[in-house]
């Protein structure tokens, strides 16, 4: 019922915008410089007094009537439920709403049959007030707005505040969300860490939560702090950025001074779209070319020079990674380098530098903040990659700077410790949250850096 009384209230916008806006140049007559607002402004001012009431209220009961409904089938049938856990109580509700709104249900007893016609009752009068009210609010809202329209009304200031509302409320949604997922993750970690010393975590040299979790499904004695320690992650990690990184660097920066300065606008307008096609290849595709392709090649060089190699290997993932990452750098940074000034090549050649020395002591200089920010985002990237790392470097947790060897990163360990049904009061599965944190923390001393090469060298070229 919601989105159609949604639906219902965007049509009720249109046409009070629109009626609003025909009874501001009624009033006006011919002479519409005799109104203080436009008559557009008008028309806003009936279209966010009659829709907007209503939808926020719609949105809230939408939000809120389920919760209602839980609490009143939870009254009624206090005595059946309580002898029921909280999973088993949660497992009757959903059931019982299951059958109610034609899902689907693997038990069925007399005790949810009468929960699931409650719930269709409380629904139905659910969405008959909710229509009843919503309709009464944007009855009103329309006939007060229409009634303040007029030559002096201030139409315009009530819809520039409105606009100047809506627009904070985005900016804060971002930020709320932001502290949100900060604060999610370090009462987590707490939890986790009241579980595993953090002195363990972050400088032990074996992870295997795996064993903890046997360990404490078994009944046997396993020693949190001694299977938790995530050296290997964070080497791994490193491990594998680095070779990407490595890659893609070089060939991303030379690519974009290439595209810059050297390459005439026919190739440019072919080669620089081709190379950002790459950007939008699924990290799945890389996987498949990193484990069938990538992977075998590595490993058959390594054996015909009497190296051993892994079947899965950091370097395999790494190189596979860095192709990903190029167009990041290439795209971001060949826009800094053809941001930077004219004025500034003019004057280098005036000096008598060649395209060479201009690009190596002026141009480059001067887009050093965008070039580091272009880093930071293909860094980024490659941290937070998981597809790749899965199939061409393993899920082993070794400790081990061999790029021809298998590794694991942070962000394979955090899907691996959250895959199927966990139980989130064991260390097994808060250490996810752990992991989270740590890389959190990591970009953002990432973020610092980058923000104090960007002011320094903004300040020599501003």
């Known amino acids: 019922m919601v989105p159609y009384i949604l639906l219902a209230l965007v049509i009720v916008a249109v046409v009070g915008y629109m009626v ?3 009874r ?3 009033a006006a ?3 519409i410089s005799s109104l203080h607002s436009r008559p557009a402004y008008h028309g806003g001012f009936v279209a966010i007094l009659a829709s907007v009431p209503g939808i926020v209220l719609a949105v809230l009961w939408a939000a809120l009537a389920g919760r209602v409904m839980n609490s009143i089938v939870r009254s009624e049938f206090g005595r059946e439920l309580a002898t029921m856990d909280v999973p088993q109580v949660e497992a009757f509700l959903r059931d019982a709403k299951a059958i109610a709104f034609g899902g689907v249900v693997g038990f069925r007893d007399e005790t949810k049959e009468r929960a699931a016609e ?6 139905s009068i659910s969405d008959i007030a909710l229509l009843v009210v919503v309709a009464v609010i944007a009855a009103l809202g329309f006939f007060y707005a229409m009634s303040r329209v007029s030559q002096s009304y201030r139409a315009r200031h009530f819809v520039e505040k409105f606009v100047m509302a809506v ?7 971002a930020i709320l969300t932001t502290i949100g997922i900060v604060l999610s993750l370090v009462f987590e970690s707490i939890r986790f860490f009241q579980k595993v010393p953090l002195f363990d975590f972050l400088f032990g040299y074996h992870w295997s939560p795996q064993s903890a979790y046997e360990g404490a499904g078994g009944g046997g004695d396993v020693d949190n702090s001694r299977v938790f320690g995530a050296i290997p992650l964070f080497t791994g990690t490193f491990l594998i950025t680095l070779i990407a990184i490595t890659v893609a660097a ?7 001074i290439y595209m810059a300065d050297y390459a005439g606008p026919r190739f440019r307008s072919v080669a620089k779209p081709v190379l950002e096609v790459l950007a939008g290849i699924p990290t799945v595709v890389y996987g498949f070319f990193a484990a069938l392709t990538v992977a075998p090649a590595i490993r058959g060089w390594g054996e015909s020079i009497g190296l051993s190699v892994s079947s ?6 790494g190189l596979v990674m860095g192709i990903m990452i190029i167009p990041f750098v290439l795209s971001l ?4 380098i053809n941001s930077v000034p004219q004025s500034l090549r003019d004057g280098s050649y005036a000096m008598g530098a060649t395209k060479s020395e201009t690009i190596r002591r002026v141009v480059l200089p001067a887009a050093l903040p965008g070039i580091v920010s272009a880093l930071l985002l293909a860094i980024s990237r490659a941290v937070g990659e998981t597809m790749i790392v899965v199939m061409a470097a393993g899920l082993a947790a070794n400790l081990t700077f061999n790029p021809l060897e298998a590794v694991t990163t942070v962000t394979v360990q955090i899907v691996t410790l959250l895959v199927g049904d966990q139980e989130f009061d064991s260390a097994k599965t808060l250490a996810a949250f752990a992991l989270g944190l740590v890389l959190f923390v990591i970009t953002l001393c990432l973020n610092v850096i980058a923000l104090r090469v960007v002011q320094k060298y903004r300040e020599q070229y501003d």
């Open 20 to 22: 609003g806006r025909s």
């Open 24 to 26: 501001a140049l009624s």
């Open 29 to 31: 007559g011919s002479n």
């Open 118 to 123: 409650l719930y269709q009752s409380m629904q």
């Open 167 to 173: 627009l904070v409320a985005c900016s804060a949604v």
């Open 250 to 256: 070089p060939l991303g920066l030379m690519s974009a």
């Open 312 to 317: 899965e290997s950091a370097l395999a993932a």
């Open 333 to 336: 940074s060949d826009d800094v």
